[in-house]
């Protein structure tokens, strides 16, 4: 059974930093691209950055361009966000989710991980 | 970046009533077209992607079809559990884009 799981999340003050992570399990890691997308509270989905299969490739959306980094650790099976310089409009529920780069749709997803970014 | 206009933005119906949702892209994405269903609290659910083509252990009467840059999510007999928000997703080109939801309540 494919089994994504987000930790890392909390409070954090404008400004600061949070890495998030995304454990997998139930199927083979490497070969499958990764995501990241956020629901801010009570509005909708929005894609945040995704990579491939071998992390060579990384591709952002342009409202965390140059303040988030994503990664991944294939011997670990576990997906990484890094994410700096927090503003208020970060808040949200973060999901991992695979696919997202050839094949850019999500098939399984984690349960998501609360950042709340707040003074 | 690709637009993804859903409509109705809110829909209410009955068990058993047939539901359609419209979502049109910007521009062309081909089949490039995912459907999502998300329930309150939980994560979203990939039900059809391709346009057309229904994720494995969905139900038969959850459908979808295009024409153009109009996409179709068509359910053909609400049942007590569809009731939730659905979501289009463009597959075509970066950044991904999602529709802003429809949200399916019980009338």
């Known amino acids: 059974e494919v089994q994504l799981w987000e930790s890392g999340g909390g409070l954090i003050q404008p400004g600061g930093s949070l890495r998030l992570s995304c454990a997998a399990s139930g199927f083979t890691f490497s070969p499958y691209a990764m995501s990241w997308v956020r629901q801010a509270p009570g509005k909708g989905l929005e894609w945040v950055s995704s990579?491939?299969?071998?992390?060579?490739?990384?591709y952002y959306a342009d409202s965390v361009k140059g303040r988030f980094t994503i990664s991944r650790d294939n011997s670990q099976n576990t997906l990484y966000l890094q994410v700096n310089s927090l503003r208020a409009d970060d808040t949200a529920v973060y999901y991992c989710?695979?696919?997202?780069?050839?094949?850019?749709?999500?098939?399984?997803w984690g349960q998501g991980t609360l950042v709340t970014v707040s003074s | 970046d690709i637009q993804m206009t859903q409509s109705p933005s809110s829909v209410s119906a009955s068990v058993g009533d047939r539901v359609t949702i419209t979502c049109r892209a910007s521009?062309?994405?081909?089949?490039?077209l995912a459907w999502y269903q998300q329930k309150p609290g939980k994560a979203p659910k990939l039900l059809i992607y391709g346009a057309s083509t229904l994720q494995s252990g969905v139900p038969s009467r959850f459908s979808g079809s295009e024409s153009g840059t109009d996409f179709t999510l068509t359910i053909s007999s609400l049942q007590p559990e569809d009731f939730a928000t659905y979501y289009c997703?463009?597959?075509?080109?970066?950044?991904?884009?999602f529709g802003q939801g429809t949200r399916l309540e019980i009338k």
């Open positions: 989710a695979r696919g997202g780069v050839v094949v850019r749709r999500f098939d399984y």
């Open positions: 990579i491939s299969g071998t992390g060579g490739s990384t």
């Open positions: 997703q463009q597959a075509n080109s970066f950044p991904i884009t």
């Open positions: 521009q062309g994405i081909s089949s490039w």
